[in-house]
């Protein structure tokens, strides 16, 4: 069962954008009377805040320019937990595109990532800057929008949590140690995880029977009639023209011309227009129709407007999301047969 390979990199995506949610936070320096004396962009990294804290520490050089080490900021990611409060059935599934083909999803399994963004400063306004450009988009969450699934072009909003805000000021030793002032941000990232996406349509309904039987005892009783649908199209995808309107004619004839007859027959799907219809009957070059079918609008038809017959190869070439129609048939049975789902056969 286990062992398909897939690779969506939902997880890696979702540390990219909880990344490129801080990497442009900038801090400001002013003199005494308002004026902007320097400025710079705050650097991120991904990593453990005391990686880099015992770099800071471990830098001989004291008389080094802060600014080129501290501030900065760091995040990493802590865990991840399944979240049961967004939980779906396990079994239920969706339909998307990839180009003009259906594909078939099983609905994702929510999770829960944890992280965490460490700021750290030498200068406690450095680090008030910084915080303050953070914490008023949370409240407690802000959304992003990541595209899962690529292939499909599955997109969701996932809200990062802001769930905890600890500080630490780190000032021991003598005056040659060196303080670095610490805010720890706990965050968690409402992602969900997909499994394998179907190569193919496979297990997409493009039938459906329905048998009726002839009474409620469900041992003995024998199916006395069937139901069936199958999908037709209302659009003519393969652009065959069969024939052409012989002179124009309103929405309310039921009758009319064409130049000939000869791709013609009687109860075939024809189009005109955006208007289908069904062939009653033909007479030299005169066609009798049911206008307005599969639920179109009747409309008038110039002179040489082309006919087109929807035929299985259009019902074959119906993309997804497209509107279609339905064919539907009953059957009656005598022969006290059930048929078998799992053998495709009437046993």
């Known amino acids: 069962m286990l062992g398909t390979y897939f690779y969506h990199e939902i997880l890696r995506k979702t540390v990219i954008g909880f990344g490129t ?10 003199d005494a009377s308002g004026t902007n004396v320097s400025a710079m962009k705050v650097p991120l990294a991904y990593g453990p805040m005391q990686k880099f804290l015992a770099r800071i520490q471990q830098q001989p050089d004291l008389d080094r320019e802060i600014a080129i080490t501290l501030p900065r900021l760091s995040f990493e990611m802590q865990g991840l937990q399944y979240d049961p409060t967004r939980k779906t059935g396990i079994a239920q599934t969706f339909l ?22 460490s700021i750290m400063a030498k200068l406690s ?19 992003i929008t990541i595209n899962l699934i690529s292939s499909i072009g599955e997109k969701k909003d996932i809200p990062i949590v802001l769930e905890s805000i600890n500080y630490s000021d780190q000032y021991e030793g003598g005056f040659e140690s060196r303080r670095t002032i610490i805010y720890t941000l706990a965050f968690t990232a409402k992602t969900y995880l997909f499994g394998p996406v179907a190569d193919n349509p496979e297990g997409l309904i493009k039938k459906v029977d329905v048998d009726f039987y002839g009474n409620t005892n469900i041992k003995t009783a024998k199916r006395v009639q069937r139901y069936s649908a199958t999908p037709v199209a209302k659009k003519n995808y393969d652009d065959d023209t069969a024939t052409v309107v012989d002179g124009a004619f309103s929405d309310k004839v039921t009758t009319f011309k064409v130049s000939s007859t000869t791709d013609l027959a009687a109860n075939q799907r024809i189009i005109i227009d955006n208007e289908i219809m069904l062939i009653r009957s033909i007479s030299g070059q005169n066609v009798t129709v049911y206008r307005s079918y599969d639920n179109t609008i009747a409309a008038k038809h110039e002179h040489n407007t082309a006919i087109g017959v929807l035929s299985a190869t259009d019902n074959a070439s119906i993309e997804f999301g497209d509107d279609f129609g339905f064919d539907e048939m009953s059957s009656f049975f005598s022969d006290g047969k059930e048929f078998s789902p799992s053998q495709g056969i009437d046993i």
């Open 125 to 143: 306004d450095d680090a008030l800057q910084i915080l303050e450009q953070i914490v008023p988009y949370f409240q407690p969450s802000f959304n």
């Open 21 to 30: 949610l801080f990497n442009n936070i900038n801090i400001r320096h002013t």
């Open 96 to 117: 998307t595109q990839n180009g003009t083909n259906a594909k078939k999803v099983y609905m994702p399994v929510p999770y829960n990532i944890a992280f965490e963004l």
